[in-house]
């Protein structure tokens, strides 16, 4: 889809690497930029991009990364950009292979026929026969154009009505996926270095709301992954880059009530996991194996405003700022603030309910 289509969500995803960048070069929205919002990161001991690369619109956007080409900088995009703006020749990896892993229909291709869910690719014009209403099911975007953010996965439970998403009005095929009774939700936190093998980060469990949409991650004194399904994370990662991807990706994994180990999504980028657990073991190693939780406040006052309403939190310790933006300081006519924490301790009940009262008093 276009990214103006989407576009608070892909400046907001731009911003994110400057937490852990140090010296780095990030093309970074402005709107993570933010004075107030930078001097928190720091604050906070975190390594913080020293090359920002800031763009308030898509045309300052197309500059910075004109410049960095200029500047003799090999690229690496989390999302595919257009190879007339991004050529293949300089890019870590290329935007048709960006594409593809991200493309919910290419899973079957990369994840082992034991752990795959029951699913079929569709063409919207299929769609009434496949996503009938008596029954529950999952559907899914099938498009290289990945935008990330929850946007292009649907949840429909039996019974309910059926209010098909936004991107089966712009796309030719979908995915439709079995609806699964999930008793375990992880991320499994993986990267490509250069070298071109897989290695894990670490193992989530993954915070689900009723929609089915991620909310937020549990790091620390998670549930153990089956050794089996960690095998086949490590393998699926090394599968990508045997064909040439380079950097973080997040592998969502479940068990299923009657015991069934499935994949569910491949996230070939930066995700909302990864960062916590870069900052953690930049600068709280310690904490990896302690309770913390990651959670997103949204508000439409100015990020200056949530930041100081923050600081006393902030000051009694166990809260760490990771990320942000502020539509303010872009072209967007939406005035909208996004600020990420990691709330961490020695008391996992302590941090869910300090995690809890956060989103219930700044998320409106």
């Given at each position: 889809m276009?990214?103006?289509?989407?576009?608070?969500?892909?400046?907001?995803?731009?911003?994110?690497?400057l937490?852990?960048?140090?010296?780095?070069?990030?093309?970074?929205?402005?709107?993570?930029?933010?004075?107030?919002?930078?001097?928190?990161?720091?604050?906070?001991?975190?390594?913080?991009?020293?090359?920002?690369?800031e763009?308030?619109?898509?045309?300052?956007?197309?500059?910075?990364?004109?410049e960095?080409l200029?500047?003799?900088?090999?690229?690496?995009?989390?999302?595919?950009?257009?190879t007339?703006?991004y050529?293949?020749e300089?890019?870590?990896?290329?935007?048709?292979?960006v594409?593809?892993?991200?493309?919910k229909?290419?899973?079957?291709?990369?994840?082992?026929?034991?752990?795959?869910?029951r699913?079929?690719?569709?063409t919207?014009?299929?769609?009434?026969?496949?996503?009938?209403?008596?029954?529950?099911?999952?559907?899914?975007?099938?498009?290289?154009?990945?935008?990330?953010?929850?946007?292009?996965?649907?949840?429909?439970?039996?019974?309910?009505?059926?209010?098909?998403?936004?991107?089966?009005?712009v796309?030719?095929?979908?995915?439709?996926?079995?609806?699964?009774?999930?008793?375990?939700?992880?991320?499994?936190?993986?990267?490509v270095?250069a070298?071109g093998?897989?290695?894990?980060?670490?193992?989530?469990?993954?915070?689900?709301?009723?929609d089915?949409?991620?909310?937020?991650?549990?790091?620390?004194?998670?549930?153990?992954?089956?050794?089996?399904?960690?095998?086949?994370?490590?393998?699926?990662?090394?599968?990508?880059?045997?064909?040439?991807?380079?950097?973080?990706?997040?592998?969502?994994?479940?068990?299923?009530?009657?015991?069934?180990?499935?994949?569910?999504?491949?996230?070939?980028?930066?995700?909302?996991?990864?960062?916590?657990?870069?900052?953690l073991?930049?600068?709280?190693?310690?904490?990896?194996?302690?309770?913390?939780e990651?959670?997103k406040?949204?508000?439409?006052?100015?990020?200056?405003?949530?930041?100081?309403?923050?600081?006393?939190?902030?000051?009694?310790?166990?809260?760490?700022?990771?990320?942000?933006?502020?539509?303010?300081?872009t072209d967007?006519?939406?005035?909208?603030?996004?600020?990420?924490?990691?709330?961490?301790?020695d008391?996992?009940?302590?941090?869910t309910?300090?995690?809890?009262?956060?989103e219930?008093?700044?998320?409106?």
């Amino acid at each position: 889809m276009p990214s103006s289509k989407h576009r608070n969500t892909r400046d907001v995803l731009s911003a994110r690497p400057l937490a852990v960048a140090a010296d780095t070069p990030v093309i970074t929205s402005a709107g993570g930029t933010e004075p107030n919002l930078i001097a928190a990161l720091r604050d906070g001991g975190l390594p913080v991009g020293t090359d920002p690369r800031e763009f308030r619109t898509e045309a300052e956007f197309a500059l910075r990364v004109t410049e960095a080409l200029s500047d003799g900088l090999r690229l690496s995009m989390e999302y595919p950009q257009p190879t007339s703006l991004y050529p293949d020749e300089r890019s870590v990896k290329s935007a048709e292979l960006v594409g593809y892993l991200n493309n919910k229909a290419s899973i079957s291709t990369f994840v082992a026929p034991r752990f795959q869910a029951r699913r079929e690719i569709v063409t919207t014009g299929e769609l009434a026969r496949a996503t009938p209403a008596e029954k529950s099911w999952v559907l899914k975007a099938a498009t290289n154009a990945a935008h990330g953010a929850s946007l292009d996965v649907y949840l429909h439970r039996a019974g309910d009505l059926v209010t098909l998403p936004a991107f089966t009005g712009v796309l030719d095929d979908v995915v439709v996926e079995e609806y699964l009774d999930i008793h375990h939700n992880w991320g499994v936190q993986l990267y490509v270095a250069a070298d071109g093998h897989a290695r894990l980060l670490a193992v989530t469990d993954q915070r689900i709301d009723a929609d089915g949409v991620y909310t937020g991650g549990r790091f620390g004194l998670v549930v153990p992954l089956p050794a089996d399904l960690l095998t086949e994370c490590l393998a699926i990662a090394q599968r990508a880059a045997d064909v040439g991807y380079r950097g973080m990706c997040s592998l969502d994994c479940a068990q299923t009530r009657d015991g069934q180990l499935v994949m569910l999504d491949l996230n070939f980028r930066i995700t909302s996991g990864s960062i916590p657990l870069l900052a953690l073991h930049t600068i709280r190693p310690d904490a990896l194996d302690r309770p913390s939780e990651s959670t997103k406040l949204t508000t439409a006052a100015p990020i200056a405003a949530l930041l100081a309403a923050l600081r006393p939190s902030l000051e009694r310790g166990g809260l760490l700022v990771t990320g942000g933006h502020d539509t303010r300081r872009t072209d967007n006519p939406i005035k909208q603030t996004t600020v990420h924490l990691l709330v961490f301790g020695d008391d996992p009940l302590d941090v869910t309910t300090r995690r809890a009262a956060l989103e219930a008093m700044y998320n409106h």
